[in-house]
C-alpha cells in the first residue's frame, strides 16, 4: 500500500508541474497537487502503523552454555520506508517546487496574433467580406479565415469615404476603397472597445470611457489608455475580398501583457 501511494503521489505532482509548465487549465494543476499530497499523507499514515510495534511481543529463550559463545545479535531494521519510491516521489515534489521559480525568471514574448499576410477577413459567423459589404459608416467585428473567435485577432472593420484617414506615411494603402482596422482590444485593460460614434469618428471603450480617433490611426482622445489601437494592414485580393497584408501594426491589449520593466 505505501508503494502504490509513493507511486500515485509521484505520478500527480509531476503530473502537476507539467500542466502548470504547459500553462493549462489552473484547476488541473491544483487538483493533481492536491491528489500528490493526499497520496503522500497515505503513505505517511500507512508507514506509521507500519512502525508501530505490537502490543504482544514474544521472544523465545535460549540457554547459554560455557562452550556457547555470544549469541549474535539480530539488528531490527526498518528497510522500505526510505526506499526507492520514496525518493522518487521527493523529487518530484522538488521539481513541482521549482516550477514558479522557472515562470518568474522567464522574459516574456509576445508572439503574434493570427493574422498573416493573404488571411482573407472573415465576419463571425464566417463569411468572407468583400470591399464593398460595409457600406459607408458602417462597422463590423472581423477575424482572420480559419480563427474565427480567436480573442486576440479580433478587429474593427470601419467603412470611412475614401482617402479620409489621416495615417502616417508608413501606411499608405493600408485603407481600400476606405476600409480602415483596428484591433478590437482595449490598450488599457484589455476591454472589448465595441462603439463607434460615426458622426466624431471615435471609438469608444465602455470599461474605462477611453476613446480612440478613427482618422488619425486610433490615436486616444481621452479615458486612461495611453497607447493607440494597433491598425491592420488591409488590400483586396483578385475575387475583391478584404485581406490582410500582415498582422497588426504593434502588440495588441494593455502594455502589461507582452512588455517588461
Known amino acids: 500500500m505505501r508503494t502504490a501511494a ?5 505520478l500527480a505532482i509531476l ?6 509548465i504547459a500553462h493549462l487549465n489552473p484547476a488541473l494543476v491544483g487538483g493533481l497537487a492536491a491528489v500528490a499530497f493526499g497520496a503522500l499523507a497515505v503513505w505517511a499514515g500507512a508507514s506509521a502503523v507500519a512502525l508501530h510495534a505490537s502490543d ?3 521472544e523465545p529463550r535460549r540457554h547459554h552454555g560455557p562452550t556457547e559463545g555470544p549469541e549474535p545479535v539480530e539488528l531490527m531494521t526498518r528497510s522500505g520506508l526510505f526506499g526507492r519510491w520514496l525518493w522518487i516521489a521527493l523529487g518530484g515534489f522538488v521539481v513541482a517546487g521549482l516550477v514558479p521559480l522557472v515562470s518568474l525568471g522567464r522574459t516574456p514574448r509576445r508572439g503574434g496574433t493570427a493574422w498573416r499576410r493573404g488571411a482573407r477577413l472573415v465576419t463571425a459567423d464566417g463569411k468572407l467580406v468583400r470591399a464593398d459589404a460595409v457600406g459607408v459608416g458602417g462597422i463590423t467585428t472581423v477575424f482572420p479565415e480559419g480563427n474565427v473567435g480567436a480573442h486576440e485577432a479580433s478587429a474593427l472593420l470601419i467603412r470611412l469615404e475614401d482617402g479620409l484617414a489621416q495615417l502616417p506615411s508608413d501606411r499608405t494603402g493600408w485603407t481600400p ?5 483596428y484591433s478590437k482590444i482595449c490598450t488599457h485593460a484589455g476591454c472589448p472597445v465595441a462603439l463607434y460614434r460615426k458622426e466624431s469618428y471615435q471609438l469608444y471603450c465602455p470599461c474605462h470611457q477611453s476613446t480612440f480617433d478613427v482618422l488619425f490611426a486610433a490615436r486616444p482622445l481621452s479615458g486612461p489608455a495611453t497607447r493607440a489601437l494597433p491598425q491592420l494592414p488591409l488590400a483586396v485580393d483578385g475575387e475583391g475580398y478584404l485581406i490582410a497584408q500582415g498582422d497588426f501594426s504593434d502588440p495588441v491589449g494593455p502594455d502589461s501583457w507582452w512588455r517588461t520593466v
Do not use: K, M, P, Q
Open 6 to 10: 509513493l507511486v500515485v503521489a509521484t
Open 56 to 58: 504482544e511481543l514474544t
Open 177 to 181: 476603397s476606405g476600409n480602415i482596422a
Open 15 to 20: 503530473g502537476s508541474a507539467a500542466t502548470a
